[in-house]
């Protein structure tokens, strides 16, 4: 069994017939929708309106951590002859020598050497600055510039040195934002989150997929005793991106779309259609644009349009959604990507840990804060969509590697249940949620064994 101390399942009798559970459903990604197309305007309006709404979120925890004494300034008002100990807030830029650069890419026509191809970024002249509305500033002192990369809000406290940097003190985030209360539930929904299909031709059908789908439809009797009746209780299945393999080179290595060849991502699109169209029929499917699938690579990436989904388009239970992706399931505020903004935190700092990226996004208060700085993203000009007002209960990436799950407790109290959802065609795994206790386990269905177990 997945959860055996869980005695809230709904166990039918022997020879009477499964029910599949249902819960109330909420689509919450109203904000990652382009209401219109307009590329006229220029990246700086996003980070304007970052700070502008996170400086209105990060006064009160200022208050709460050094108390109202102590002075919020602008960069502005600092004084180098007289310097007074304050709070400043604005937008980190990291600035790094070894980050890819346009200028160094044609550098070729100029007959120097080319950049070499790398995977990360980070270097021991990295150097943190900070920039509010008007101006930037050196950073130094007790913060690390490793763990942070461009974009992220924060307040610093300290003061001016004659030099013109910024001594730090200490630093706060906003860390989340309030969060809903759990309200008790009377069963146990299931959530099954899997990425990373990486489907390359018409009926590619692994047996480990098609076992899944066995598991799915509760036809597993006697394999596993009681994962047929606890797979009575999967309400939702989410697709995290990455459903078609791309099989063709980067244009260059600037991570920039990756192309595929027609045919073959023809024949791709179908088997994944095979496989949404068996499970629709059982269970509502969620299926998410990644990185490599035929959508806007821009993020917010756009539901991946009904007609490539013939089959599919057919079940009102089958859902094309947004990237990011948040909803209300069982009174559960769940959020989740396909895992770019974790892959990207990564390469741009010395956080190695996909767990560990995922954390600090969420601490940090936002989804995606390399955009647009290394991750394209849509011009928003009026509000920025990825900022986290609301903290949820799960939040999830996929396509990061190998499962990984924490529950995170936030600064005013907050829980957050994080998982790392790994790539079902390199270990044939997917995550189950338990959304009454917020417990997540991974199940294997490889053919040389079936285990069902917590990591």
């Known amino acids: 069994m997945l959860f055996p101390d869980d005695s809230n399942f709904s166990k039918p009798s022997a020879g009477s017939t499964f029910e599949r559970l249902t819960v109330p459903y909420t689509y919450r990604s109203e904000c990652f929708h382009f209401v219109k197309k307009d590329f006229s305007k220029q990246f700086a309006f996003i980070y304007a309106s970052r700070l502008e709404e996170m400086l209105k979120l990060l006064e009160d925890s200022v208050q709460k951590k050094w108390g109202s004494e102590m002075p919020i300034r602008r960069l502005a008002d600092l004084r180098e002859d007289c310097p007074q ?13 070894l980050k890819p650069s346009i200028l160094r890419e044609i550098s070729e026509e100029n007959q120097l050497a080319p950049q070499p191809a790398r995977t990360h970024y980070t270097a021991d002249s990295d150097i943190l600055i900070l920039e509010d509305a008007l101006q930037r500033i050196k950073l130094v002192g007790k913060i690390d510039v490793h763990s ?19 001594f730090v003190e200490d630093h706060i985030f906003y860390q989340g934002g309030p969060q809903e209360e759990l309200k008790p539930l009377q069963s146990s929904p299931l959530v099954v989150l899997m990425s990373g299909l990486n489907q390359t031709s018409a009926n590619d059908f692994s047996p480990s997929l098609e076992l899944l789908q066995q598991w799915v439809f509760g036809n597993l009797e006697g394999l596993v005793e009681g994962h047929d009746w606890e797979a009575a209780s999967i309400v939702r299945i989410i697709i995290a991106g990455n459903s078609v393999k791309a099989s063709a080179k980067p244009k260059n290595h600037l991570h920039s779309k990756v192309t595929t060849e027609t045919d073959a991502l023809l024949g791709a699109i179908k088997s994944v259609d095979s496989l949404i169209h068996n499970l629709a029929q059982s269970v509502p499917v969620d299926l998410m644009p990644g990185e490599f699938d035929p959508a806007n690579h821009m993020l917010p990436q756009q539901a991946m349009h009904h007609c490539l989904f013939p089959r599919s388009v057919q079940f009102s239970s089958f859902k094309g959604v947004t990237n990011p992706y948040a909803f209300e399931l069982a009174d559960r505020y769940v959020i989740g990507t396909s895992g770019q903004n974790v892959l990207d935190v990564m390469r741009y700092s010395k956080v190695e840990s996909p767990l560990e990226a995922l954390k600090a996004t ?31 209960h799960v939040y999830f990436a996929g396509n990061v590697g190998k499962f990984m799950t924490e529950m995170w407790t936030g600064a005013n109290g907050q829980r957050t249940r994080l998982v790392c959802v790994p790539s079902f065609s390199e270990s044939q795994s997917i995550a189950v949620l338990n959304l009454r206790t917020l417990e997540c386990r991974k199940i294997c269905f490889k053919m040389d064994g079936f285990e069902g177990g917590e990591e």
Request: hydrophobic share 35%.
């Open 85 to 97: 100990k304050c709070v400043i807030i604005g937008t980190l830029f990291k600035h790094q020598e």
């Open 148 to 166: 942070i990369v461009t974009g992220v809000v924060c307040a610093v406290m300290g003061y001016e040195e004659s030099d013109g940097r910024f």
């Open 362 to 392: 969420l601490r940090w208060s936002h989804l995606i804060p390399t955009a647009p700085d290394t991750l394209p993203c849509y011009p928003y000009y009026q509000k920025d969509p990825f900022i986290v007002g609301e903290c949820p």
